[in-house]
């Protein structure tokens, strides 16, 4: 039995199509047809003599009182007297004609069982709520077969799905609408043609790509989110040169010309939330991996198949936590084929390739505050003793985040300006708080962070101040940042009786828990002046107390660099603190971060971060640290020798910048062991800077830190040029300095990063770096624990390899260490990004220093004369937004006419724009 049957597309049928009739119409016609037929390219006519072609029909048509008349595709009726009669369409030309024309052309594929058979395609595939890869096999015939052309359904794929292990031993038959994407680019350039040749390849491959998500750290948040944004941006685009721009008012005018209409309907509008090929909203794993990976890969290697699992893998998991893209899959555009016993020969379907479509701005943002709403929501209705924290999926950590800075003042600047503050308020807050019913508010994130267990309320039970205060922790980490304080103290004083003992007897490093004691000399830690929490010290020793070789002509003395020991919390022990809970805390928040106006948000509770930190200026009080010594040749700078310790040490004296360099620069020693402390900086200052001096020399990477700092340095000081404006210590906004006091803490540190790394390096041992700090950007590594979850990890990791303490992390656990801290500090990013964003332009709250700044430049302009605009005056980049600072003045400006982007401390000649003082805005325009 064969009959012949089409699956779209089927235009009605309002003709009569014999010879005669046609000649009658064409002479009676009195308006043209150039237009129609110009517009109508695909004419056919069947049982019509060949002379009669679409240009015979042009000079016709060229009568100008010929009257309109449409032609449409006819319907061919086949006989077979095995079978009932079957309508079919004898082309799918047209509809792809119509496609090509409004610009959807570009993701058009054809699929033929002939083709299929010799070379199966690669495709991935949606099943049980996860992307897989599977190879197409062929078309087979729909499970329910009609005679109806309306009621006609597609055909159907039989596939082979790839199981968790690699191997394709899943036979199914699936509707096309479970398929994703196909990679009809990589069957194009595949030297692969059979299906067990792409069986066994495949295995291999899924393997390969398995191993190198473990193994690899890829920009995985920063690549999504800029494809998300070019995505984005692609709308934003004016529409392409061709005439031809589908419309919504169009669609139903097209869809009426097919018999089935409702189809055709429905997947023009779906072509229209995707977008033209110029304007597609539309990405898939090939262009996820342009965005994933920076060097290039051949066409045909078995890398572009491993990164094109890969990014299919990374944009399901995206869309399956609430973030930027969500699935959009094949749309069958037209099918052809015949049924012959059952089996379908001659298929020929073409089809509109899927992926995953950006979703609106809008749209992602309020979804993930309605989800985060309606997860906090759900801990409301457990009883009080059933309530836990919300665990946070990806998109809620970020909401959560925002929140966070909310409640310290971020963002909320004015609350009279309410409606102003709720446009800089982001869309998701927005969105999770409304749902909350809490305020958009400060205190209505408070609220929210409290809800969801992230935050604590505190009563105070003082009946003259009855506030309420908050804790930005939950009340399970807070018992345990309580618990690890009492066990650190009882450690201190355990330490202390036998450091200090009442019958002189001296200590053994089993006492001390494998520790060196180094009690007995005198240690100095340089720090801000408003720190709260120390981690750093600088000592000397002299090598020859060590019992290893000194070399005289070089130097006799060790400098000391104390890292405040917190690997405790990053190793998994049985002990009375819950350390895992802090562990996960602190890699949940990745970093510190002391730019919010309320106050700081720490790493960790700061009753766990005293604890740990170094207590100072107490005496009989012991802090462990992990101490580098490194041995430096005072001839040139050289590093000759170095190691890693786990200490002991007496309590440092602690000074600030301001008064280490007041110390070094003048001769006074007055006071209790300045003397002491003194010799301890000179020491120190003259190894450090010669080595500083020898590495820059051989490092690139440490060259090009010295010039980033050093044109810090330089903007600093431009903006910090107004008579009597006080200058913090601390680095945060524009105070960056380098005194003597700066350079030795800097040095030091480098010291320890560079030396550490060095050691692990020849044990040939991992460590994890964060994104962006590899040894050969000259990154610091492991020198700020109490800040940094990322150097928490690799002084635990430097301790077990270096002081064999513990077990070290494998490589693949240093990896995904590497990847949270990655993700916790993205989040930070955006955040700091999307306000940046909101805001550029608008200097409307600019600082004290800005406003009197620019009042002193507009009072210099008018005492040279003349009006205020149109002076050159020199400036510096800052390396943000093509703002430059006027030197001299120290006033910031927005600067024009810059083809591209100015480097951060590139010297320009500007000529002043405008300026508005009390608004604190100065544009200006780069001079040629």
């Keep these: 039995m064969v009959s012949k049957r089409s699956f779209l597309p089927m235009r009605p049928r309002n003709l009569c199509y014999s010879y005669p009739y046609l000649l009658i119409l064409l002479s009676l016609s009195l308006a043209p047809l150039s237009s129609v037929v110009a517009r109508r390219r695909y004419v056919s006519f069947v049982n019509s003599p060949s002379k009669w072609s679409s240009q015979s029909l042009s000079r016709h048509a060229r009568c100008k009182r010929s009257r309109q008349i449409e032609f449409h595709q006819p319907r061919v009726i086949e006989f077979n007297h095995d079978a009932p009669t079957k309508l079919f369409s004898s082309s799918s030309a047209d509809i792809i004609h119509v496609l090509r024309k409004y610009g959807f052309g570009n993701r058009l594929v054809t699929l033929n069982n002939a083709d299929l058979s010799q070379h199966p395609m690669i495709a991935e595939i949606y099943a049980e709520g996860s992307m897989n890869i599977c190879l197409i096999l062929r078309w087979v015939p729909p499970s329910a077969v009609s005679t109806s052309i309306e009621a006609e359904k597609p055909p159907l794929l039989e596939v082979l799905v790839m199981n968790d292990e690699g191997i394709l031993n899943v036979r199914k038959v699936i509707d096309i609408g479970q398929i994703t994407t196909l990679w009809q680019d990589v069957n194009s350039v595949s030297s692969l043609s059979t299906t067990d040749d792409l069986e066994t390849s495949l295995k291999s491959i899924f393997d390969r790509a398995q191993e ?94 491993i990164r094109r699992m890969i990014s299919g893998r990374i944009l399901a998991e995206d869309a399956a936590s609430g973030g930027r893209f969500k699935r959009r899959s094949c749309l069958i555009v037209a099918a052809q084929y015949e049924i012959i016993s059952g089996d379908m020969e001659d298929v020929q379907v073409t089809l509109v390739n899927g992926g995953w479509l950006a979703v609106d701005r809008s749209t ?6 309605r989800k985060f709403a309606m997860a906090s929501n759900n801990i409301d209705e457990c009883s009080d003793s059933k309530k836990e924290p919300l665990v946070l999926t990806a998109a809620d950590e970020r909401i959560a985040h925002r929140l966070e800075c909310l409640a310290m ?52 039970n003082d009946e003259v101040k009855s506030k309420t205060f908050f804790e930005p922790w939950s009340p399970d980490l807070l018992d345990a940042a309580r618990s690890l304080a009492q066990f650190e103290d009882k450690r201190r004083e355990s330490y202390a009786k036998i450091c200090y003992p009442s019958d002189g007897k001296m200590s053994t490093k089993s006492s001390l828990e494998e520790r060196t004691n180094l009690t007995k000399l005198p240690c100095v830690c340089i720090d801000a002046q408003r720190a709260s929490f120390r981690d750093d010290s600088i000592g000397i020793r002299l090598r020859s107390s060590t019992g290893r070789k000194v070399n005289k002509s070089a130097s006799k003395w060790e400098v000391l660099v104390h890292i405040a020991d917190v690997s405790d919390i ?52 012991l802090n462990r640290c992990v101490t580098l010594w490194a041995y430096i040749d005072e001839r040139d ?4 020798d170095a190691g890693l310790e786990r200490t002991v040490i007496s309590s440092p004296r602690a000074l600030s910048f301001a008064e280490a360099t007041s110390l070094l620069d003048s001769g006074a020693t007055d006071g209790p062991g300045l003397s ?51 200058r913090r210590d601390d680095g945060v906004g524009y105070s960056f300095q380098r005194s003597r006091g ?31 700090r590899g040894a050969d950007r000259g990154g610091r590594l492991g020198t700020a624990p109490l800040r940094r979850y990322i150097d928490g990890l690799a002084q635990r990791q430097a301790v077990s390899v270096l002081c064999s303490f513990g077990e070290p992390l494998t490589m693949e656990e240093c990896r995904e ?11 930070i990013d955006n955040v700091r990004s999307s306000k940046q964003s909101t805001t550029t332009g608008n200097r409307t709250g600019s600082s004290r220093r800005q406003v009197s700044a620019l009042h002193n430049l507009s009072r210099y302009l008018a005492s040279i004369g003349g009006a205020q605009t149109q002076h050159r005056m020199k400036a510096t980049s800052i390396g943000r937004n093509n703002e430059v600072v006027i030197l001299g003045v120290g006033a910031i400006g927005s600067c024009k006419g810059v083809k591209g982007t100015l480097k951060s401390g590139e010297q320009v000649l500007v000529q002043i724009d405008n300026i508005d003082p009390e608004k604190g805005l100065l544009n200006v325009s780069l001079v040629q």
């Design 212 to 305: 190198s998500l473990r193994n690899k750290i890829l920009p995985i948040e920063a690549a999504m989110q800029n494809m998300y944004n070019g995505r984005m941006a692609n709308r934003a685009m004016s529409p392409s040169n061709n005439r031809h721009a589908l419309t919504k008012k169009q669609i139903p005018q097209i869809a009426s010309q097919y018999t089935n209409s409702a189809y055709i309907e429905e997947l023009f509008r779906n072509l229209l939330k995707i977008g033209e090929n110029r304007m597609s909203r539309v990405v898939d794993s090939a262009m996820a991996t342009d965005y994933l990976y920076s060097d290039y890969c051949r066409d045909g290697d078995d890398e572009q198949l």
């Design 364 to 369: 992602k943002a309020a979804a993930e505050g």
């Design 409 to 460: 003042g971020d963002v909320w600047k004015n609350e009279s300006d309410h409606d102003k503050d709720k446009k800089l308020l982001e869309l998701d807050v927005r969105e999770a708080l409304t749902r909350m019913n809490l305020p958009l508010t400060s205190q209505g994130a408070t609220e929210a962070l409290v809800k969801i267990g992230r935050w604590t309320k505190i009563a105070n």
């Design 570 to 621: 990053y190793f998994d022990r049985e002990t009375d603190v819950n350390t895992r809970l802090l562990r996960q805390a602190a890699e949940r928040r990745g970093q510190s971060r002391y730019d919010l106006p309320l106050g700081p948000l720490h790493l960790l509770p700061p009753v766990a971060l005293s604890a740990l930190s170094l207590a100072t200026n107490k005496d009989e009080t």
């Design 637 to 640: 700078g050289k590093l000759l």
């Design 676 to 726: 002491d402390i003194k010799s301890i900086l000179t020491v120190a200052e003259r190894n450090l800077i010669l080595w500083s001096q020898y590495h820059q020399q051989r490092n690139q990477s440490a060259q090009k830190r010295e010039q980033r700092l050093s044109t810090k340095e330089l903007i600093s000081n431009q903006l910090n040029t107004l008579p009597g404006a006080k």
């Design 742 to 772: 700066h350079r030795i803490v800097d040095s030091s540190l480098d010291l320890y990063a560079f030396a550490v790394g060095l050691l692990m390096k020849r044990a040939k041992q991992p460590i994890p770096r964060a994104v962006g």
């Design 817 to 827: 260490a590497a990847k949270r801290a990655a993700l916790a500090s993205d989040t």
